[in-house]
């Protein structure tokens, strides 16, 4: 009895497992992440609470008609073997219950769909733009320009996952819409962030667009999710929500660190050129 608790317990730890630290994935982890948008709870639920329940109750089903076939109709018990090829009113069910089921699906699926693709006025845009192999990044509203590296083993400081860590972070602030612009540079990359339930494919030469709105703040963790070659694994993607204050001092920060251009410059420009006009 204690050793069938043992197995119960082990089996069950991931999913508190996967509770308590609920930015990046865990070894042995069962479902998806946890959310931390409301895009990503929708995923969730429509998951967990509809598609699940009905592919759990289609394979018992089906598994059920098997078990009942093949004992009821075996060849002992069932001499001569019926002649019956077709009947009208199973054709016609076996037709209409997944047609219906398929539509009951249709309705939250479109939802999400739709939810996804209209963006909402954004509050940031960041741009990321996927090379071989890292992401590099742009605050195109705030002259702020980077590149971000994956963080080598040996180099990770303690509570840093591997694989997972960048040097260059992406901060954005709680509870604002954070809408992201991402291209590539050379082959086809793919910016994820599955707590926000955001995956959008980096094609060279063409912008797509994607939104979230982080509901609470943390550190979270994403990978590249298109095969790009040789390092695709070692092209993470960290981001850290903060509230709007720290935000704001990362901004002053970032924006002398990462300065796309020297503003006072240009500033300077524009004056001599308009002065040599007058
Ligand atoms: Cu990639």
Same mark, same amino acid.
């Not at 070894?27 to 946890?34: N, S, Y």
């Not at 082959?187 to 509901?215: C, M, Q």
């Given at each position: 009895?204690?050793?069938?608790?043992?197995?119960?317990?082990?089996?069950?730890?991931?999913?508190?497992?996967?509770?308590?630290?609920?930015?990046?994935?865990?070894?042995?982890?069962?479902?998806?992440?946890?959310?931390?948008?409301?895009?990503?709870?929708?995923?969730?639920?429509?998951?967990?609470?509809?598609?699940?329940?009905?592919?759990?109750?289609?394979?018992?089903?089906?598994?059920?008609?098997?078990?009942?076939?093949?004992?009821?109709?075996?060849?002992?018990?069932?001499?001569?073997?019926?002649?019956?090829?077709?009947?009208?009113?199973?054709?016609?069910?076996?037709?209409?219950?997944?047609?219906?089921?398929?539509?009951?699906?249709?309705?939250?699926?479109?939802?999400?769909?739709?939810?996804?693709?209209?963006?909402?006025?954004?509050?940031?845009?960041?741009?990321?733009?996927?090379?071989?192999?890292?992401?590099?990044?742009?605050?195109?509203?705030?002259?702020?320009?980077?590149?971000?590296?994956?963080?080598?083993?040996?180099? /990770?400081? =303690?509570?840093?996952?591997?694989?997972?860590?960048? *040097?260059?972070?992406?901060?954005?602030? &709680?509870? $604002?819409? !954070? @809408?992201?612009?991402?291209?590539?540079?050379?082959?086809?990359?793919?910016?994820?962030?599955?707590?926000?339930?955001?995956?959008?494919?980096?094609?060279?030469?063409?912008?797509?667009?994607?939104?979230?709105?982080?509901?609470?703040?943390?550190?979270?963790?994403?990978?590249?999710?298109?095969?790009?070659?040789?390092?695709?694994?070692?092209?993470?993607?960290?981001?850290?929500?903060?509230?709007?204050?720290?935000?704001?001092?990362? /901004?002053? =920060?970032?924006?002398?660190?990462?300065?796309?251009? *020297?503003?006072?410059?240009?500033?300077? &420009?524009? $004056?001599? !050129? @308009?002065?040599?006009?007058?």
């Amino acid at each position: 009895m204690t050793k069938i608790f043992k197995i119960i317990c082990l089996f069950s730890l991931p999913f508190f497992y996967g509770s308590a630290f609920a930015n990046q994935p865990k070894d042995w982890q069962l479902g998806f992440q946890k959310a931390a948008s409301k895009g990503m709870e929708d995923i969730v639920w429509f998951h967990d609470y509809m598609l699940l329940p009905i592919i759990t109750a289609i394979t018992v089903f089906v598994l059920f008609l098997l078990l009942y076939t093949c004992v009821r109709y075996r060849e002992s018990k069932n001499k001569v073997a019926s002649t019956t090829s077709h009947n009208t009113t199973i054709e016609v069910l076996w037709t209409l219950i997944p047609c219906l089921i398929l539509i009951v699906m249709a309705v939250p699926s479109f939802k999400v769909l739709y939810s996804q693709d209209t963006i909402p006025k954004a509050d940031v845009t960041i741009k990321a733009i996927g090379y071989q192999w890292y992401w590099g990044y742009e605050y195109p509203d705030e002259n702020i320009i980077f590149d971000s590296y994956m963080v080598d083993e040996k180099d /990770l400081k =303690e509570n840093q996952p591997r694989l997972l860590t960048v *040097d260059n972070e992406v901060y954005v602030p &709680v509870n $604002k819409v !954070i @809408k992201v612009m991402i291209t590539a540079n050379d082959v086809l990359h793919a910016w994820a962030l599955p707590s926000f339930g955001v995956k959008r494919d980096a094609i060279p030469g063409r912008i797509n667009e994607t939104w979230f709105k982080a509901d609470k703040t943390g550190t979270y963790y994403g990978q590249c999710s298109e095969l790009c070659g040789i390092k695709h694994a070692f092209m993470p993607i960290t981001v850290n929500v903060v509230t709007e204050n720290e935000y704001k001092m990362w /901004l002053e =920060e970032a924006k002398e660190k990462f300065a796309k251009e *020297d503003l006072n410059n240009n500033i300077k &420009v524009v $004056k001599k !050129i @308009k002065e040599s006009i007058n």
